[in-house]
Structures are given as C-alpha cells and as structure tokens.
C-alpha cells in the first residue's frame, strides 16, 4: 500500500518495518538514507496538496496532536489518525496500522506487531527509580547542572518545548508519560493544559530545573539567552528521544529500562 506519512514519528517507523511510504513532511528526517527519496509535501501543520495528490497514496497517516483535523478532508485518501498522549497509547495504535496493512508485502504487519510487543514490555515494566538528575537519560548538556544534593523529589520541573513565550509539555502529553516512566513524573509542574505557556517568575532557583528541548524550538543556538531567562537547572535534552513516539522513543526507553 502506497502511504503518504505526515508524522515523523510514524513515517521512521514505517520505513523501518518495510512499508511503501510515498510522501512526507519536510520534518520526517530519519531514516536519513530512506526519506532522501520521499517527497516532502509540507509539514505537519500545512501540506500542498497537489504535491501529495502527485504522490497517489493509498492511506494517509496522520496523528490528531500532530496533524489539523482538516488533513482528513483532502480527499485524497483514505486516512488513519493515531491519537498518542502516553506510552500506553502506542502499542495500541500499533496494532491499529498493522490491521490495516494486512497483506501488503515485506510483511509490514507483522513488523509492525512485533515493534507493538516491545512497546507492551516497555508498558509492563516498572518506573525507575532515579536517586538524581544526574540519572536522567536523553540529556546532551547540562548547561547549569542540578545541585549536588538536589534529589528529584525535592525539585520541580518542567520540559520546555518553546521560547517567546515559553511553553512546557505538561504532565498529560507523551513525553510527561515518557519522563514518568523514567521515574521523574512526580516532579513535574502540573498543569491542566497538555501544552502550557509558563512563567518562572515564582520559581525557587533552588530546586527549579528545566528541560529545553533540542526540538522543536531550537534551543541549542540559544543557551545565553536561556541561562539570562530561566532560574536553577538547566539541560539540552534530546527532543527526538522524548518525543517521536513510534521505534525511535521505544530504543530509547528499552536502553534506559532494561539496559538494551
């Protein structure tokens, strides 16, 4: 089946279980080698839709995070939209792509239900149980690292995912579950919205840590600019790890929960 994959997350983990992937968005990057021959028709908040129509798919695959509802009225193939909000929700969704790439050759399925079955390890598995920030996996840099003595339960928290204005990824979104999986859920800010803009106006520079994402605001060229804004800890983490919940997160807690 001819598949137009406009999540990054799914178009790495389609190729890497042999489907036919058509067409992407210019942010489906990896597998590198692969997607050098997949069209980009966009990204995954605006696509063209002659280039996708140019591609003819068969199946468009979406995710309601990721993708505006009106993807699915292109009319141009049917569609499949994931819903990923934890690392319970991935095997599940898992499953649902392989019924509907039943039959289709290079066994695309069952790839795809055997990467599902790792993820339900990964589900069964038991929090960690960090003693630090220095067991904190996906960093790149600490940038101002976390005082000596500062356990994770006496800290609080947040995962940054923009600048002007800053904006966190809340307890309630896949890489709040992914960050309590790794046993560093109780120190997260909560919040009610999924994706919140933030202020560090009443943060104790004390225990205040924050995570700044590699993407998708690029805070790697902006480090001064974040060690003059944002009180306490501060470390570069790896956006891709954390976010892209198809084999890359799956590698990525597999390494941190069972050592693979």
């Not at 068969?58 to 509802?69: F, G, I, M, Y």
């Not at 996906?138 to 904006?167: C, K």
Request: charged share 25%.
């Amino acid at each position: 089946m001819r598949i137009a994959s406009l999540v990054p997350s799914w178009t790495e983990t389609l190729i890497e279980c042999g489907a036919d992937v058509v067409a992407r968005t210019r942010f489906c990057v990896h597998p590198a080698a692969a997607v050098k021959g997949i069209p980009a028709v966009g990204g995954t908040k605006d696509v063209a839709r002659d280039k996708l129509g140019v591609a003819s798919p068969e199946l468009l695959v979406l995710d309601r995070e990721e993708n505006p509802k009106s993807f699915t009225e292109l009319g141009i193939a049917p569609w499949f939209a994931s819903h990923v909000r934890s690392v319970e929700d991935v095997p599940r969704d898992l499953r649902a792509l392989a019924a509907l790439l039943e039959g289709d050759a290079g066994g695309v399925a069952a790839n795809l239900t055997a990467v599902a079955r790792r993820w339900d390890k990964v589900v069964a598995a038991p929090v960690r149980e960090p003693r630090s920030w220095s067991d904190l996996p996906g960093v790149v840099e600490w940038w101002r690292p976390a005082p000596p003595g500062l356990t994770v339960a006496d800290s609080r928290f947040r995962y940054l995912i923009w600048r002007g204005p800053y904006m966190a990824a809340g307890p309630g979104t896949f890489i709040g579950s992914v960050l309590a999986k790794l046993g560093f859920g109780a120190a997260q800010t909560p919040d009610a919205e999924p994706y919140p803009e933030v202020s560090f106006d009443d943060a104790d520079p004390a225990t205040a840590v924050a995570l700044l994402s590699t993407e998708p605001y690029p805070f790697a060229a902006k480090r001064e600019e974040a060690a003059r804004e944002l009180p306490g800890a501060l470390a570069l983490v790896d956006g891709e790890s954390f976010s892209w919940f198809g084999t890359r997160s799956l590698r990525f807690l597999e390494a941190a929960l069972f050592g693979a």
